[in-house]
Nanobody, 122 residues
Framework: QVQLVESGGGLVQAGDSLRLSCAASGRTFSTYAMGWFRQAPGKEREFVAAIRRTGTTGYRDSVKGRFTISRDNAKNTLYLQMNSLKPEDTAVYYC????????????????WGQGTQVTVSS
């Protein structure tokens, strides 16, 4: 089992940057596929980015070129660098871990963090 703790959220202005971190417990972090999801008020949770154990990445179209997902297996930490933030990026951001599958579907992930709020003002 793995526990995930997100940090790095906050209130920023449009065009600013933030870096989210997700610290994972346990010794098997490197064996998990990892993902970032977000949920805005009144909306369903949506995929943001994911990274395979090998480091291959994938993004939703609206964040391509602005967000970068990365992982540091030595530190058991997942990151999401967010640049050129827009008001529509406002949401609670969650990291998630999958024991078996790289996926854009939240249902395929086994473990979730508690979330960190990102608010982008116009």
């Amino acid at each position: 089992q793995v526990q995930l703790v997100e940090s790095g959220g906050g209130l920023v202005q449009a065009g600013d940057s933030l870096r989210l971190s997700c610290a994972a417990s346990g010794r098997t972090f490197s064996t998990y596929a990892m993902g970032w999801f977000r949920q805005a008020p009144g909306k369903e949770r949506e995929f943001v980015a994911a990274i395979r154990r090998t480091g291959t990445t994938g993004y939703r179209d609206s964040v391509k070129g602005r967000f970068t997902i990365s992982r540091d297996n030595a530190k058991n930490t997942l990151y999401l660098q967010m640049n050129s933030l827009k008001p529509e990026d406002t949401a609670v951001y969650y990291c998630a871990a999958s024991r078996t599958l790289y996926s854009v579907r939240g249902d395929d992930y086994d473990y979730w963090g508690q979330g960190t709020q990102v608010t982008v003002s116009s």
